[in-house]
């Protein structure tokens, strides 16, 4: 399977500890895809990492990373965020969340962190335009 890019911030929420996947990250709507998590730290601010579990194949960096649930409800993509991974970013099973995709995989930010982080990711980076 050939993974599609996709790049951009979407708004979500957790809901009993699932994560609807947006439609516009189509990638990982596949009913086949198995997902990866990692926890994930940069300049001081917590955040997941979450994707198909085929690019820790094509990887030659080892990682410590934990397997998804992910399920087929209503037609829609849901990933299982597991309760550790909710609490290292001080979330609880119904919480907003900003997902920012990167390519070919995504990441899971509070949204009070991400509005912190986005000048400097956008200062080093300049990748991000404001949310429509």
């Not at 911030?9 to 997902?35: C, M, Q, W």
């Not at 907003?96 to 390519?103: E, K, M, P, S, T």
């Not at 995989?105 to 956008?122: G, V």
Request: aromatic fraction near 10%.
């Amino acid at each position: 399977m050939e993974l599609q890019s996709f790049i951009g911030e979407h708004e979500a929420t957790i809901r009993n500890g699932y994560l609807r996947v947006p439609k516009a990250l189509r990638a990982f709507n596949s009913v086949n895809t198995d997902y990866a998590l990692e926890q994930s730290v940069t300049e001081g601010y917590r955040y997941l990492t979450v994707f198909p579990k085929e690019i820790l194949k094509k990887s030659i960096v080892e990682s410590s990373t934990v397997d998804l649930e992910a399920r087929l409800r209503n037609n829609k993509r849901e990933i299982k965020i597991p309760e550790v991974s909710l609490e290292y970013l001080g979330l609880q099973k119904n919480s907003r969340i900003i997902i920012l995709g990167c390519l070919n995989y995504f990441e899971l930010w509070t949204p009070e962190d991400f509005a912190k982080y986005r000048p400097i990711m956008q200062n080093q980076h300049g990748l991000l335009e404001e949310v429509a």
